[in-house]
Antibody, heavy 120, light 108 residues
Framework: EVLLLESGGRLVQPGESLRLSCAASGFTFSSYAMSWVRQAPGKGLEWVSSISGSDGRTYYSDSVKGRFTISRDDSQNTLSLQMSSLRAEDTALYYC?????????????WGQGTLVSVSS | EIVLTQSPGTLSLSPGERATLSCRASQSVSSRYFAWYQQKPGQAPRLLIFGASTRATGIPDRFSGSGSGTDFTLTISRLEPEDFAVYYCQQYDSSPLTFGGGTKVEIK
């Protein structure tokens, strides 16, 4: 069974930094691209960032490019998201998601999310 | 960026009825790169359909997906009580990956 467990979310002030983690189990972590998808309170889903499983190539949405950094540690089966210069509009539930297959960037497994609140 | 517009915003139906959800893309999307998700309150999204029409593992056959180009449809043939939820479409044909705004299927 695939399990994804996010952690690290909390209340921070605008401009601060935060690091999210996702512990993965139940599959060969190194073989799969992983992503972060967020959901602002009462809103829809927004893709944030992805990292490939093969060469570690990274991708970002324009809204976080230059502020967020995605990384992975295949030895620890862990995905991370380093978030800096946080803004109120970054407030959301952040999901860790596993890519479904090498044929498409859909997400076949999701964690339960970790809540990031940015407010003064 | 490909914008996905879902309609209707809310669908009020009774158990046993047929639900038809629409997702329209601002530009053509390959049907190989289109997915649907279900999200219940307080839960993470669950993959229903990928490749526009392929059901994910464990998804009942009352769920079906169709479409091509700019128009895609998710159909629930007979609504069960557990199907009342919010449904999102997603395209992964081009970056950035984008989701629709969601359709809420509520009990009438």
């Amino acid at each position: 069974e695939v399990l994804l467990l996010e952690s690290g979310g909390r209340l921070v002030q605008p401009g601060e930094s935060l690091r999210l983690s996702c512990a993965a189990s139940g599959f060969t972590f190194s073989s799969y691209a992983m992503s972060w998808v967020r959901q602002a309170p009462g809103k829809g889903l927004e893709w944030v960032s992805s990292i490939s499983g093969s060469d570690g190539r990274t991708y970002y949405s324009d809204s976080v490019k230059g502020r967020f950094t995605i990384s992975r540690d295949d030895s620890q089966n862990t995905l991370s998201l380093q978030m800096s210069s946080l803004r109120a509009e970054d407030t959301a539930l952040y999901y860790c998601a596993k890519r479904g297959s090498s044929y498409g960037y859909y997400f076949d497994s999701w964690g339960q999310g970790t809540l990031v609140s940015v407010s003064s | 960026e490909i914008v996905l517009t879902q309609s209707p915003g809310t669908l009020s139906l009774s158990p046993g009825e047929r639900a038809t959800l629409s997702c329209r893309a601002s530009q053509s999307v390959s049907s190989r790169y289109f997915a649907w998700y279900q999200q219940k309150p307080g839960q993470a999204p669950r993959l229903l359909i990928f490749g526009a029409s392929t059901r994910a593992t464990g998804i009942p056959d009352r769920f079906s997906g169709s479409g091509s180009g700019t128009d895609f449809t998710l159909t629930i043939s007979r609504l069960e009580p557990e199907d009342f939820a919010v449904y999102y479409c997603q395209q992964y044909d081009s970056s950035p990956l984008t989701f629709g705004g969601g359709t809420k299927v509520e009990i009438k």
